[in-house]
């Protein structure tokens, strides 16, 4: 069972430019999460989907930033017209739907945007 | 609104001395609590959890951690620390099952020293 598959590792992208960063969630787990870390700082919650809604996106910037979690297919966060102050590792994390029960999150290996 | 504390920015411990790495947490509802370690340019990977039961939680890598209602906090613990435990540690708190996203704290760097 593969885990957490986040795609490109690696991002770098112009000022101005789109960053589409991509999330397949372990097999089997139908909620979506991301979360953004600075560097030498801790993660801040930006959006939580399940398939095709988003439940939760308190932690998303007002403007350039969305977040999808299609039928088909995996997570996407886009970044519009990137700016420096973007750089950071964006990672996801997946979850069961498990009901009442409690289960932790399995986070994906991250996406390294630069934006120079 | 829940949130979570590490007081530390970083712990320096020697090989073989135990290891204690402070969370404290704010939530409205039962927390549900874990920790997570993360090493250089990787994904966070899970520790241990609180649900409800003992106090005392068994996690990978011989971490455990302890559960304490009255001061609402969550430290983790390793009885011996290893070189290879150096890394970031993070703690997160939910504020109920599946559902709700995980609050982290900013971190804590533990070095451990030969």
């Known amino acids: 069972n593969a885990g957490v598959m986040q795609n490109p590792r690696h991002l770098v992208r112009r000022r101005g430019q789109e960053a589409r960063l991509r999330c397949s969630p372990m097999?089997?787990?139908?909620?979506v999460y991301w979360y953004r870390q600075l560097p030498e700082e801790g993660l801040k919650f930006m959006v939580y989907?399940?398939?095709?809604?988003?439940?939760?996106e308190s932690g998303m910037p007002k403007e350039r930033f969305s977040a999808e979690f299609p039928k088909e297919g995996p997570s996407i966060l886009r970044i519009q017209q990137v700016v420096r102050g973007d750089s950071a590792a964006y990672f996801c994390?997946?979850?069961?739907?498990?009901?009442?029960?409690?289960?932790?999150?399995?986070f994906g290996q991250g996406t390294r945007l630069t934006v120079v | 609104a829940q949130s979570v504390a590490q007081p530390e920015d970083q712990v320096n411990v020697a090989e073989g001395n135990p290891l204690t790495v402070k969370c404290t947490y704010s939530?409205?509802?039962?927390?549900?609590l874990f920790w997570y370690v993360q090493y250089p340019n990787r994904g966070l990977q899970f520790l241990l959890k609180?649900?409800?039961?003992?106090?005392l939680v068994k996690g990978s890598y011989g971490f455990e951690a302890e559960f304490n209602k009255s001061q609402t906090s969550f430290h983790l613990k390793k009885p011996s620390a290893l070189v290879s435990d150096s890394a970031l540690y993070f703690c997160?708190?939910?504020?109920?099952?599946?559902?709700?996203?995980?609050?982290f704290g900013g971190g804590t760097r533990v070095l451990v020293k030969p």
């Open positions: 989907l399940q398939k095709e809604n988003i439940i939760d």
């Open positions: 609180y649900i409800t039961g003992d106090n």
């Open positions: 939530v409205s509802g039962n927390p549900y």
């Open positions: 994390a997946s979850s069961p739907a498990t009901g009442r029960f409690v289960t932790e999150a399995f």
């Open positions: 997160a708190v939910r504020d109920g099952p599946a559902g709700n996203k995980l609050t």
């Open positions: 097999k089997g787990h139908s909620h």
